[in-house]
Every structure is written in C-alpha cells, then in structure tokens.
C-alpha cells in the first residue's frame, strides 16, 4: 500500500469544540448534584451486599415443586399479553392512518390526533396499571388494559412514521385511475405497510410479556402477582423458581419473534 493510499484510509481529524467542553462540564455537574439530591451512596450499597448474596443465594436454588403452582400464573401472562397485543395492534393501525400525512392532508386533524397519541404515550404503564386496578379492581383485565394501551401508543408511533416514508407511486397510480382513498389504503398502502405492521406488533409482544410480569407485581394478575407474594412471604426459592420460568419463556419468545421479524423484512 502506497504512503498516498494510506493517507487517503486515515481519519479525518476534528478539533474539540468549546460546546462539547461545556457539555460534559455540565454532564459531570448534572451527575454530582443528582447523586448529592437523591443521596446515592455506594459504600452503603457494598456494606450490606452480603444480605444480597444470601438472598440470591436461595433463589439461586430455585424450589423445584413450585413450577406446578407458578406454570399456570406464566400462561396468563402470556394470554394477557397476547390479547393486549391484538386489540392494541388494530387500534394502532386504524388510528396510524388517520395521523399519516401522506393518507390525512388536513392538518389539523393529523395535529389534533397526534396530541392526543403523545399525550398516551407519556403515561407510563405502571401508572396505566395503578389506575385501571383502581378501576376495574386486582386481577388480568386490569392488566390487559394497561398493555393494550401501552402497545397503542408503541406501535402507533413506529407504523404512523412507517407509513410517511412509503413510495408514493402506487399512490399516485391509484388516483390517476380514479380510485378513491379506501382503494388507495387497500392497494397502495397496505401491502407496503403490512411487514412492518406484523413486526412492530411482535416488537410490542415480546415487551408486554416481560412489562406484564411487572404489572402483576402491582395487583394487575399475572405471574408478577404470585412473584410479589412469594417475595413478601419470603420464600426466595420460590421466587428463583418463578425468575427462572419467565426468563426461559422469555429467551423462547424473543427468538422466536426475533427470527420471524428477521424474515418479514427481507
């Protein structure tokens, strides 16, 4: 290799600007004040990491006999997140297409509705659960409706900006024609939306499996609720069996899904 190709692979310097100076002066001082303000203290953490050890030392020997009673707790998480995922996919999809600019040329409606889709979004899922536990009471419909609503507000973001960056010419082929906006979502939008669609939709499964269990832990049903009890009983092996449990279901359906969004987008 020439001196003349090697000088032509080397990066090209770049200075350290004031502005990233500041940045990090104020990073450093953000994190200072923030540890002073929340009082974080990790000699503390270290000084009582041998009550830690002990308790993952017994969930470390999960309760084998426990798996009968936690199986059945898992397949209600998993049909809560399944149901969630299906009713939140569909409003999602209706409501993606009402806020796609490209599909909505009024926008003030498309302003309107994206409002009302941020406002959703920054509820988080914890709270969505506290509220309908107080509404409709402890127990999997609570849940589900928390996670149907979490997975609007996930899926709706990603397919709306999805939709926005189709190629326009199956679009315009439509109208050319004299096809009215239904024929153009049914011919034009749908079958380069659909992949995306279904994938965004396992996105939001594999969360709402994992999210589900942490709902249950406040009242919401779910193995999170038996997870809560076994851990205010005391009963870590108990616990170590039901960690166990989820993470392998967990592993199996982020795979599975993983590979299935793998072979949607080719």
């Known amino acids: 290799m020439s001196a003349t190709d090697r000088d032509m692979l080397k990066l090209p310097k770049k200075k350290f600007k004031m502005w ?22 990790l000699p503390e953490f270290f000084a009582n990491f041998d009550q830690f050890a002990e308790i993952f030392v017994q969930m470390a020997q999960p309760d084998w006999s426990y798996a009968g009673t936690a199986i059945p707790y898992l397949v209600e998480t998993i ?11 569909l409003l999602a999809f209706v409501y993606s297409l009402l806020i796609a600019r490209n599909i909505v040329h009024n926008r003030a409606i498309t302003g309107v509705l994206r409002f009302i889709m941020n406002i959703i979004r920054t509820i988080p899922d914890l709270l969505l659960a506290s509220i309908f536990v ?9 849940g589900i409706l928390a996670l149907t609503v979490f997975t609007f507000g996930v899926v709706v973001k990603l397919l709306y900006e999805a939709i926005e960056t189709i190629d326009p010419g199956p679009s315009e082929a439509i109208k050319a024609v004299g096809g009215n906006g239904m024929n153009n979502i049914m011919f034009a939008v749908m079958p380069q939306i659909l992949p995306y669609f279904i994938s965004y939709a396992l996105y939001a499964f594999e969360i709402n499996v994992r999210a589900s269990t942490i709902l249950g832990y406040i009242g919401a049903g779910g193995i999170g609720l038996q997870l809560k009890n076994t851990l ?13 449990v989820v993470f392998l279901v967990v592993l199996v359906i982020d795979f599975v899904s993983t590979k299935a969004r793998e072979a949607l987008m080719r």
Do not use: C, E
């Open 134 to 142: 107080a509404v409709v009471g402890i127990g999997p419909v609570a």
């Open 79 to 89: 049909k809560m997140a399944i149901i969630s995922t299906v009713i939140g996919s």
């Open 232 to 244: 205010d009983m005391f009963n870590y092996n108990q616990t170590g069996m039901i960690i166990l």
């Open 20 to 41: 990233n100076w500041v940045w990090v002066i104020l990073m450093v001082l953000g994190l200072v004040l923030s540890v002073n303000n929340t009082q974080t203290s």
